[in-house]
């Protein structure tokens, strides 16, 4: 039974932990001296973790690639306020060793749920045409299937299984809610491109293992795979408007806003118009609430800086709870201290400052009183 996950670092700072873990991503890296060091980002449920090997690397080369389960034993220890891994050891898992939930982090609402919750406002649509359109492919077993299962994002927002239909629900409740104060929306048309500006994120992203881009995600993008699932399912439905599906295309395709976000088109009529704001706002608010909660491993209010969000975040519960005098003499944060290390953060650096562990001698697991051994741990 795994016992650590990414999310309990916080709790075996300078310690040696045992754990498994899937390899998100690895590459093999030279240090000064030319010989290689091994750079994992390692992940389970709770989230990811940035690993380094430094030490006997030609031994576990072959040992581990992106997608294989690995059991690793290292020290717990942080760079530029990030957790990361310095690996002593390390070994592929055997497949009988895995429970796969483990490894995945998922939705904590209940999928069924959910979507009940989407079928309701879909039995609600006025317009015979798009609710026709969207219950053909609710009833379509291996799209609601992968729609129930997928992740909104690979990492931005609703990266967990279940992400896409808790994303979607969540928009369709903003929705309602808008169309209640602007009368004008057509809310069958709003709703209908909430339902289907992520669909291609059931073929564009797998997440078997860890979550990662289909080779006909990366070449083609969810966008393009929305349109071609439009156009096959609409063969189905005989007489659907042609101007309608015009304007469905159109929000599929206006969904991101801006050309710079990848949009090929700006949003043209008011429904695209909301849609886009509204799609842009809950994925943000979730990328700070996950961003706030991944900061608990703080022990200060501020978390640190967030590439995509291009801040860092402020968690107000722990900004406006009561303090103690040590933690009120404490410096307040300085996001542009943290925003000058944003390409660092980004980039894969060294766990430690300065030299590389090698050049430094032994910084091994029993090389100083910091580095102590700490439940959980075996043999590796």
């Known amino acids: 039974m795994k016992e650590f996950f990414v999310s309990d670092c916080v709790q075996f700072e300078n310690k040696i932990v045992t754990s498994t873990f899937v390899v998100v991503s690895r590459q093999v890296k030279p240090k ?19 690993a380094k090997m430094w030490d006997n690397v030609e031994d576990v080369i072959e040992a581990c690639d992106q997608d294989d389960f690995i059991k690793v034993k290292g020290l717990i220890n942080k760079y530029k306020n990030r957790f990361q891994l310095t690996i002593h050891k390390l070994r592929r898992m055997g497949e009988s060793e895995i429970d796969f939930a483990d490894y995945l982090p998922k939705t904590t609402k209940d999928i069924g749920e959910l979507w009940q919750t989407l079928a309701g406002y879909v039995a609600t649509f006025k317009d015979p045409h798009l609710k026709a359109l969207v219950e053909a492919f609710m009833a379509d077993p291996e799209i609601a299937e992968a729609y129930r299962n997928a992740p909104a994002a690979k990492t931005l927002h609703h990266a967990f299984i279940g992400g896409l239909l808790e994303h979607v629900v969540s928009l369709f409740n903003s929705c309602d809610l808008m169309c209640r104060n602007y009368p004008q929306i057509n809310r069958d048309l709003l709703l209908t491109g909430a339902f289907f500006h992520d669909i ?51 929000l599929i395709i206006s969904h991101h806003g801006q050309y710079d976000f990848g949009s090929p088109k700006l949003p043209m009529f008011p429904e695209a118009l909301m849609l886009h704001y509204l799609d842009d706002l809950d994925s943000k608010m979730e990328a700070m609430r996950a961003q706030s909660e991944r900061g608990g491993e703080s022990e200060g209010a501020w978390t640190g800086y967030n590439p995509s969000l291009g801040r860092p975040v402020l968690n107000t519960a722990k900004f406006l709870a009561p303090k103690t005098s040590e933690e009120e003499e404490q410096p307040a944060f300085d996001p542009s201290a943290s925003e000058s290390g944003k390409s660092a953060e980004v980039d894969a650096t060294p766990i430690l400052a300065g030299p590389e562990p090698s050049e430094l001698g032994p910084a091994k697991e029993n090389s100083g009183a910091t580095m102590t051994s700490a439940a959980p741990k075996d043999k590796i």
Do not use: C, W
Not at 222 to 248: G, N, R, W
């Open 32 to 50: 000064k001296s030319g010989e290689p060091y091994l750079a994992l980002t390692l992940g389970d449920r709770s989230g990811h973790l940035e």
């Open 200 to 250: 291609g994120k059931i073929h564009e992203l797998t997440y078997n293992r860890s979550f990662s881009y289909t080779t006909r995600g990366q070449l083609l993008g969810h966008m393009i795979i929305e349109l071609e699932m439009l156009q096959a399912k609409l063969l189905q439905i005989p007489d659907f408007p042609e101007s309608l599906k015009t304007l469905v295309e159109h």
